[in-house]
Structure formats: C-alpha cells, structure tokens
C-alpha cells in the first residue's frame, strides 16, 4: 500500500549544539543601546559596518527601539567613552556573558541526563535517537518512518521522519536545523512531531483531522 505522508520533517545538523571547540566570553557584556535620534542610529550601523567586534544582537529599527549588542572587555573600554561623547543611552544587560552560558549549558546537560529532547534545545545525536523512539513506539493507526535523504559534510545523517495514516492525501514539508545556529527550529519541530503524534493518540478532533486528511 502507497504511504500517504501527512508531514514531513528533516532534521540537519546544528553545528552550534555539537561538541566542538569552544570559545570563551569571560567578561563579555550584553549591552542594551537607546537610540534617541538620528545621529545614533548612524553611529550604531557606521560601528556594524566598520567593526567586526561590535556584535548587534537584533535589526536596528529605528529611533527609540532598543539595539542589544555585545562588547569584548577591551571593546567596551572604547565603546563606552563614545557611547557617552555622542550622549547615546546605553545599560549593561550583563557584565559576563560566560557565565549566563554556562547556566544554560548547566540547565541543558541536565536535560541531557534526563534523556529529554522535547520542550529543550538537544543535541542531534539525542534527537536521532528519539526519533527512533517515535518509530518504535508508533500507533496502530499511523504511519511513521524514518530515512536519510544524504549526508552533511561532515558524514552525519539528513534524517527525515514521515507522520501520517491511511487516509492521508495532502503532503507538508517542513525543514529544520538547516543552517548551523538554528536552536529554534529543530525544538519546533520535535514539539510538533511529539504533538501530533500523542493528540493523535489522545483522539484530538483537529489533529485527527490534519493526518486522516
């Protein structure tokens, strides 16, 4: 019988979770910049553009929207006496990056511990795994399996994982963790498949709908 799929969802690899060589940001600031006028929305993108070290965080929007930035120790010396030559309002969000990081990567490792991949930010190698988990654990009325479509450059898995039943006639895509950084979207996406497949299980009217469809 022809496998109707309902979703589908590819999973590369997120570079920045993978345990590669790390940098540190030991008294690195998080700066929040004020921008009142003109003058100093010219200034922060003529720093952007001639800087490498001056790290914007978000777009520069426009006059009184708040511009997030990151200094290095020896930056912030500089930045900070023309922040305060140009009168532009500036607050230290964090005087030590390094050690908000290490909180995070505190609270992922024992998310890690606990084996968890939904509602976190897991690496790929616990994702493959559950996904494998999803397969395994499926329900008598869907369909679930999973299939590598390649190999990143670095030899890994482009795994893709297909949700949906016997009935299923309409067909979505969706990609996740296709550039490395991307924390967000593979969390999406396990969110989803771990969604549909237990309000599925759970006789959700609406998800029902979506996967008989």
């Given at each position: 019988?022809?496998?109707?799929?309902?979703?589908?969802?590819?999973?590369?690899?997120?570079?920045?979770?993978?345990?590669?060589?790390?940098?540190?940001y030991?008294g690195?600031?998080?700066?929040?910049?004020?921008?009142?006028?003109?003058k100093?929305?010219?200034?922060?993108k003529?720093?952007?553009?001639?800087?490498?070290?001056?790290?914007?965080?978000?777009h520069?929007?426009?006059?009184?929207?708040?511009?997030?930035?990151?200094?290095?120790?020896?930056?912030?010396?500089?930045?900070r006496?023309?922040?305060?030559?140009?009168?532009l309002?500036?607050?230290?969000?964090?005087?030590d990056?390094?050690?908000?990081?290490?909180?995070e990567?505190?609270v992922?490792?024992?998310?890690?511990?606990?084996?968890?991949?939904?509602?976190?930010?897991?690496?790929?190698?616990?994702?493959?795994n559950?996904l494998?988990?999803?397969?395994?654990?499926?329900?008598?009325?869907?369909?679930?399996a999973?299939?590598?479509?390649?190999?990143?450059?670095?030899?890994?898995?482009?795994?893709?994982?297909?949700?949906g039943?016997?009935?299923?006639?309409?067909?979505?895509?969706?990609?996740?963790?296709?550039?490395?950084?991307?924390?967000?979207?593979?969390?999406?996406?396990?969110?989803?498949?771990?969604?549909?497949?237990?309000?599925y299980?759970?006789?959700?009217?609406?998800?029902?709908?979506?996967?008989?469809?």
């Open positions: 019988m022809k496998l109707l799929i309902a979703f589908v969802v590819c999973f590369a690899v997120v570079a920045a979770q993978q345990e590669e060589e790390k940098v540190s030991r690195y600031r998080q700066i929040r910049l004020e921008p009142q006028t003109q100093h929305l010219d200034l922060i003529q720093w952007e553009e001639e800087d490498t070290e001056f790290d914007i965080w978000n520069v929007r426009g006059i009184s929207h708040n511009v997030d930035i990151s200094l290095s120790p020896f930056k912030y010396v500089q930045y006496i023309l922040f305060v030559e140009n009168d309002p500036f607050t230290i969000i964090t005087d990056l390094q050690k908000r990081f290490d909180e990567q505190e992922l490792q024992s998310h890690r511990r606990d084996n968890r991949v939904v509602n976190t930010y897991a690496t790929y190698d616990a994702i493959m559950w494998e988990t999803v397969v395994n654990d499926n329900h008598p009325q869907l369909n679930i999973t299939y590598s479509v390649g190999k990143t450059a670095q030899g890994r898995d482009l795994k893709v994982i297909k949700i039943t016997a009935t299923s006639r309409r067909k979505i895509w969706i990609d996740c963790g296709i550039h490395a950084r991307e924390w967000i979207s593979p969390a999406t996406c396990t969110y989803m498949i771990n969604s549909l497949v237990n309000q299980k759970a006789g959700d009217a609406v998800t029902t709908r979506i996967l008989n469809h």
